[in-house]
């Protein structure tokens, strides 16, 4: 049984400025939230990066945006303890009073660092959001975080821990764990299941991008992104998952995509430290597979928290199950 837990959080806000956002505004929610941790929290900020800076066994700003584990076996750079799930839909402008909601997934251990965000809030909101626009002078749309919550995203519950004009800041108590995951994929069907990707879910096969809804290496990287947050936020490195990975995967050739939807659907982000465009593109639609589904239902509901493929921490690879 996985020793993972996640921990779901939803920022309700209100526009006070015109503000407008790509239809795959994750990435830009991504960057406001760095920035504001980093500007708040950063006490060496002449560093080129968390990885060249000697702080960043202890410091914050490294554990929640650039985490580093020395004897990671995989190298330095392990998987980040969070992901953004930004609004759905296509682009569009915020008027001034319009409401913005997007949310926010933290991995295991790490949510004692949530201080950490509540803190950097009033910098989030300065920063601003978005393209700048003429009609702001040339800048970035704001808002203003009127509610926090947490939430289970199975069952819907919710707990207030933030109000703005309140000081007092609840401490979350709903968390997500493995027998929550066993439950929800208890109500799944055993022979088909649909997965509706509702962010661009870029999957590499042979190093390759696929443009089409192909179980095996849909599990293959599930698989490989559930064991690594494991090994680096759940309470013990060790993990059933490692054990049965090879048996799973060879399952996962029987199954078959009978019906899809799928679409490529291209976007790209700025990304600031590489001073240039990056690819987040990748499938949307949905996609119906069928054949023994049984030994997958669990690690298909982990893949609804966690999301699968590249840039999940920008809101892609978000899907949800469909019986």
């Not at 409401?99 to 997934?105: A, E, H, Q, V």
């Not at 989030?124 to 995203?153: C, V």
């Not at 799973?248 to 590489?274: F, K, M, V």
Request: charge should be neutral; glycine fraction near 6%.
């Amino acid at each position: 049984m996985s020793t993972l837990t996640t921990h779901h959080f939803l920022f309700t806000a209100q526009v006070t400025s015109m503000l407008e956002v790509d239809d795959q505004s994750g990435a830009a929610l991504r960057g406001n939230l760095f920035e504001a941790v980093w500007g708040r929290f950063c006490t060496n900020k002449v560093s080129p990066s968390c990885a060249a800076c000697p702080l960043h066994a202890m410091c914050p700003v490294s554990a929640l945006v650039a985490p580093l584990r020395e004897e990671n076996e995989r190298g330095r750079d392990i998987p980040r303890p969070y992901i953004i799930l930004p609004p759905l839909g296509q682009a569009r402008r915020y008027q001034p009073g319009d409401t913005l909601i997007f949310g926010l997934t933290l991995f295991g251990s790490i949510v004692q660092l949530l201080p950490y965000i509540m803190l950097s809030l009033k910098t989030l909101e300065a920063k601003g959001l978005g393209r700048k626009l003429p009609e702001n002078r040339s800048q970035r749309g704001k808002f203003i975080i009127q509610q926090i919550e947490s939430y289970q995203p199975f069952t819907g519950k919710r707990h207030v821990l933030y109000e703005a004009g309140i000081p007092q800041v609840e401490v979350p108590t709903i968390t997500v764990n493995a027998a929550d995951v066993a439950a929800r994929a208890a109500e799944l069907s055993t022979d088909k299941i649909t997965v509706h990707y509702l962010t661009p879910t870029r999957i590499t096969y042979k190093e390759k991008p696929l443009y089409h809804a192909a179980f095996q290496p849909f599990i293959q990287r599930l698989l490989e992104r559930l064991i690594s947050l494991e090994q680096s936020y759940g309470t013990t490195n060790e993990t059933d998952l490692v054990q049965c990975r090879k048996e799973l995967i060879e399952q996962a050739s029987s199954i078959s995509c009978i019906e899809d939807t799928i679409t490529w659907t291209g976007a790209h982000s700025y990304s600031s430290r590489q001073k240039q465009l990056t690819s987040i593109s990748g499938i949307t639609g949905k996609a119906t597979f069928a054949g023994d589904i049984a030994p997958f239902r669990e690690l298909l509901v982990w893949g609804e928290l966690i999301h699968v493929g590249k840039n999940t921490v920008k809101g892609n690879g978000w899907y949800t199950l469909e019986n």
